[in-house]
């Protein structure tokens, strides 16, 4: 099990000691004289070695009886990055967990669909997070929760079942439990700043940590030079789009804030799939990335020039998984844009430049091979992309952060009938991979000493062919 014990105790003093940053979200200090667990960043004096207990994870602190400071607020804390490390069935319930895989589900419904039994995902939660799979899971609806009630001004009740509870006499019970006090004095401790809603009725603002440097300038441009006219768009050092979650529509936009967070402002009609789009903006901005662990590596490899002139570097991930699909399956943009206009379902009330819904796999099958074709889509590409679409329908694919990556890939493979170099594109943006195979027969080198982060050290090497091509970006 994955305890405190199995962290090193002299390098988490010395992070909590110097509160370096780049160990915010890594680990957690237990107070035991207060029974309080704090970020390793947390302002407050330090207390005694003695009395500290060290935890890989919020829910492994709560497990043992810690409550979340009210000061550092551990539930700002960015996460942590997928890779080799954490086991593939941890990594893929963990992420499901993250999107509210059991808000009114059971552990039985997850470990089925990831294919191993309900014994064996205990297990392998066990092992990796130091807690079960139902306490990860209720302390990140608590976390939530919290969240939502110190920043916003949202009713109690909509507070509890936009954090995936599914009554208020559970919400409260279990805060109460958990937290020792209800969830109204929480409220009324509030900064001063919150006292008064801000926001307009209908919309509804939340922070999004992330371990800084971020480089947002040049995560807007790549989003911008892949943005998709109706759907998305980037005004300035602002991201928006429209959303279709789990029956709700509505508009989200993001900026960032210069700190260690992004700003999101939300309609109040996404509430109800608040966690899993929550998960999803994590992976599109790249936030659990690990920047200063990513940079000693590609230093070590040869790239520190490239690393230091952007240090904070993101690769995008994808909102959606089939909206993966569709841009790399789709050979032309004009095209893609066309399909997305016709299919796209009308967004309703959205903001200017945002009038429709990204198609899904349903829509796509329902047009078929004939209106595909009629809007200019050659035979081969619609083929693909009703393959897909199917599979996906179906359930024989998954295009979903923690879905393991070279299965993925050999599944795009065979039912797609596409290359390699196209099955692992859409995989990376897919499933967030931060370690993307070379292009077979390319001038990209695969290089060993980059990985587990070969997509950060193509992405940097990108940028720098950008600037080479565009002297005025120096």
């Keep these: 099990?994955?305890?405190e014990l199995a962290l090193d105790?002299?390098?988490c003093a010395r992070a909590l000691e110097s509160r370096d940053p780049r160990f915010d979200g890594v680990f957690f200090v237990g107070i035991r004289t207060t029974m309080i667990y704090c970020r390793p960043i947390c302002p407050s004096r330090l207390s005694r070695p003695d009395r500290r207990s060290f935890f890989a994870t919020a829910a492994a602190a709560e497990r043992h009886g810690y409550r979340p400071c009210l000061r550092c607020r551990p539930e700002l804390a960015p996460g942590r990055a997928s890779v080799d490390a954490v086991s593939r069935v941890a990594r893929a319930a963990a992420a499901r967990i993250a999107a509210g895989a059991l808000n009114g589900t059971g552990v039985v419904a997850l470990a089925a669909e990831l294919?191993?039994?309900?014994?064996?995902l205990r297990r392998a939660m066990e092992r990796e997070f130091g807690v079960s799979p139902a306490e990860l899971a209720q302390t990140q609806r608590l976390l939530l929760a919290k969240c939502l009630l110190t920043d916003t001004a949202l009713p109690i009740t909509e507070v509890a079942f936009a954090s995936g509870f599914q009554s208020l006499r559970r919400f409260n019970t279990v805060f109460r439990d958990r937290y020792r006090m209800p969830p109204s004095a929480l409220r009324r401790r509030r900064p001063r700043a919150h006292a008064s809603p801000t926001e307009p009725v209908d919309r509804v603002r939340l922070r999004l940590?992330?371990?800084p440097p971020l480089a947002w300038t040049a995560l807007l441009e790549t989003l911008a030079a892949d943005a998709c006219a109706g759907v998305e768009v980037v005004r300035g050092a602002h991201y928006a789009r429209t959303v279709s979650l789990d029956g709700c529509r509505g508009v989200m936009e993001v900026t960032d804030t210069a700190g260690s967070y992004l700003a999101v402002e939300l309609t109040v009609s996404l509430l109800p799939a608040l966690m899993p789009l929550l998960a999803r903006l994590r992976h599109l901005f790249d936030l659990d990335a690990e920047p200063g662990t990513i940079r000693a590596h590609l230093t070590r490899g040869g790239l520190g020039a490239l690393v230091a002139r952007e240090p904070g570097l993101r690769v995008p991930g994808a909102f959606d998984g089939f909206e993966a699909a569709m841009r790399e399956l789709v050979p032309e943009r004009n095209m893609l844009l066309r399909l997305v206009a016709r299919l796209?379902?009308?967004?309703?009330?959205?903001?200017p430049g945002l009038e429709r819904l990204w198609p899904t796999p349903a829509r796509v099958l329902r047009a078929g091979a004939g209106e595909l074709h009629a809007l200019g889509l050659d035979a081969r590409s619609a083929e693909r992309l009703l393959a897909v679409a199917h599979a996906l329908a179906r359930g024989t694919l998954s295009l979903r952060p923690g879905a393991d990556f070279d299965a993925t890939t050999a599944s795009l493979e065979a039912i797609a009938r596409v290359g390699p170099a196209t099955a692992a594109a859409i995989a990376c943006?897919?499933?967030?991979?931060?370690?993307a195979p070379p292009v077979p027969g390319s001038d990209a080198?695969?290089?060993?000493?980059?990985?587990?982060?070969?997509t950060y050290a193509a992405a940097h090497l990108a940028r720098e062919a950008w600037r080479t091509r565009t002297p005025h970006s120096a």
């Design 344 to 351: 796209g379902e009308p967004a309703g009330d959205g903001a």
């Design 1 to 3: 099990m994955r305890s």
């Design 209 to 211: 940590p992330y371990r």
């Design 445 to 454: 080198p695969d290089d060993a000493e980059w990985r587990p982060w070969r």
């Design 429 to 435: 943006r897919a499933l967030h991979w931060p370690d």
């Design 9 to 11: 105790r002299v390098l």
């Design 115 to 120: 294919g191993v039994s309900e014994r064996h």
